[in-house]
């Protein structure tokens, strides 16, 4: 690389030579001849004076010119090293870097020219990377143990049964049913890690759909459990037509509704509402509940987060429905507004681009 900027360099003030002496020797010449040829008789007398003649003139200037490649190249040569210096420094600090040193940064100042603001690029890219990993190592520890606890019980469960030498028909077959429990626990983990992958791999489609639509058939198929429950259910559905992939957003609507009925009281309420506003659409969905800190309401839309032992001691879900709708949304370029009701529970409103609309922000 050096040597390449080195033989640019030297081109360029070799180049700019040239023209001074095109610009300067030449026209000198040419006027030193033109006088030459317009000289009195040689019966004249006229006064002598020192001079360079048109050869003298040429032949200097092609000495200087002969001159200037090694001067030219010396120079390239010194301000290239210079202007590699800073660059060179930055691929070194990026390959300790991109070695395992994410913690490492360039910290190349505050003086703000391209290599410096590159630098300044690299380590934002560098400190996303870092959180990036963090984030993928803390979520990689939350799913072993969230996967390795119905694991544990179910071998227990299985070690006991066997180990008992005076178990009967009833005693296997309530093991066999607790191990069936601890399965299906297991199989909707897995489930729902999968969705949560889904959505962070982005919108792989793009159909027109209405999210009224999309409501409907979910609360369908919640009707039992909203009994079960014991909430009060509203629903104020307006027409809502966007572009995206169906089944992300179905989940999306799905972890936003389940998250509503399961983290409510008895005698609660959910309202979902859909709407239209422009060249947008809202997805809204409130729900009473618990009071939640304000400052607590961002954290519960990362993987495994949860604001205490399921809210109500036992572990009813997994810390992963809000990190699904949080990763569906960012795939679809949606604005997540969330908030803490005062009286208790939550607000979500998902603002997607309306179908006319589709790359609206």
Same mark, same amino acid.
């Given at each position: 690389?050096?040597?390449?900027?080195?033989?640019?360099?030297?081109?360029?003030?070799?180049?700019?030579?040239?023209?001074?002496?095109?610009?300067?020797?030449?026209?000198?010449?040419?006027?030193?001849?033109?006088?030459?040829?317009?000289?009195?008789?040689?019966?004249?007398?006229?006064?002598?004076?020192?001079?360079?003649?048109?050869?003298?003139?040429?032949?200097?200037?092609?000495?200087?010119?002969?001159?200037?490649?090694?001067?030219?190249?010396?120079?390239?040569?010194?301000?290239?090293?210079?202007?590699?210096?800073?660059?060179?420094?930055?691929?070194?600090?990026?390959?300790?870097?991109?070695?395992?040193?994410?913690?490492?940064?360039?910290?190349?100042?505050?003086?703000?020219?391209?290599?410096?603001?590159?630098?300044?690029?690299?380590?934002?890219?560098?400190?996303?990377?870092?959180?990036?990993?963090?984030?993928?190592?803390?979520?990689?520890?939350?799913?072993?143990?969230?996967?390795?606890?119905?694991?544990?019980?179910?071998?227990?469960?299985?070690?006991?049964?066997?180990?008992?030498?005076?178990?009967?028909?009833?005693?296997?077959?309530?093991?066999?049913?607790?191990?069936?429990?601890?399965?299906?626990?297991?199989?909707?983990?897995?489930?729902?890690?999968?969705?949560?992958?889904?959505?962070?791999?982005?919108?792989?489609?793009?159909?027109?759909?209405?999210?009224?639509?999309?409501?409907?058939?979910?609360?369908?198929?919640?009707?039992? %459990?909203?009994?079960?429950?014991? *909430?009060? =259910? &509203?629903?104020?559905? +307006?027409?809502? $037509?966007?572009? #995206? @992939?169906?089944?992300?957003?179905?989940?999306?609507?799905?972890?936003?509704?389940?998250?509503?009925?399961?983290?409510?009281?008895?005698?609660?309420?959910?309202?979902?509402?859909? %709407?239209?506003?422009?060249?947008? *659409?809202? =997805? &809204?969905?409130?729900? +009473?509940?618990? $009071?939640?800190? #304000? @400052?607590?309401?961002?954290?519960?839309?990362?993987?495994?987060?949860?604001?205490?032992?399921?809210?109500?001691?036992?572990?009813?879900?997994?810390?992963?429905?809000?990190?699904?709708?949080?990763?569906?949304?960012?795939?679809?370029?949606?604005?997540?507004?969330?908030?803490?009701?005062?009286? #208790?529970?939550?607000?979500?409103?998902?603002?997607?681009?309306?179908?006319?609309?589709?790359?609206?922000?």
């Amino acid at each position: 690389m050096q040597t390449r900027l080195a033989l640019a360099y030297a081109a360029g003030i070799y180049a700019a030579g040239v023209l001074v002496l095109l610009f300067v020797a030449v026209p000198l010449a040419s006027v030193d001849a033109a006088t030459s040829a317009g000289r009195p008789s040689p019966g004249a007398t006229a006064e002598a004076g020192p001079g360079i003649g048109p050869p003298r003139l040429l032949t200097g200037s092609a000495v200087a010119l002969a001159l200037l490649i090694p001067v030219a190249l010396t120079l390239g040569w010194f301000v290239s090293g210079r202007f590699l210096r800073p660059l060179r420094a930055i691929t070194a600090t990026a390959k300790i870097i991109s070695a395992g040193d994410l913690h490492r940064r360039l910290d190349l100042g505050e003086s703000m020219d391209e290599l410096t603001e590159l630098g300044h690029t690299l380590d934002d890219l560098f400190a996303r990377l870092q959180a990036s990993f963090d984030a993928q190592r803390h979520f990689v520890a939350n799913a072993s143990h969230e996967l390795r606890t119905p694991l544990a019980g179910l071998r227990t469960l299985l070690e006991v049964a066997l180990a008992d030498p005076d178990a009967d028909t009833d005693t296997l077959r309530s093991a066999c049913q607790e191990a069936l429990a601890l399965g299906e626990h297991q199989e909707r983990l897995v489930q729902a890690l999968l969705a949560l992958a889904t959505g962070e791999r982005g919108v792989t489609r793009r159909d027109a759909l209405d999210l009224a639509h999309i409501v409907e058939g979910v609360l369908a198929s919640r009707r039992h %459990q909203v009994a079960e429950k014991g *909430v009060d =259910l &509203t629903e104020h559905l +307006s027409p809502a $037509v966007t572009a #995206g @992939d169906p089944g992300l957003i179905e989940s999306l609507v799905a972890n936003l509704i389940d998250n509503a009925i399961r983290h409510n009281l008895p005698d609660g309420h959910v309202r979902v509402a859909t %709407q239209s506003c422009g060249t947008q *659409v809202a =997805l &809204t969905v409130t729900n +009473s509940g618990p $009071v939640i800190p #304000g @400052d607590q309401v961002q954290r519960l839309f990362q993987p495994f987060q949860r604001l205490a032992p399921d809210r109500h001691g036992h572990h009813d879900g997994y810390g992963l429905g809000l990190a699904i709708v949080n990763a569906v949304a960012q795939a679809h370029r949606a604005t997540l507004i969330a908030g803490a009701r005062p009286e #208790g529970g939550l607000s979500i409103t998902v603002w997607f681009a309306s179908e006319a609309h589709p790359n609206h922000p």
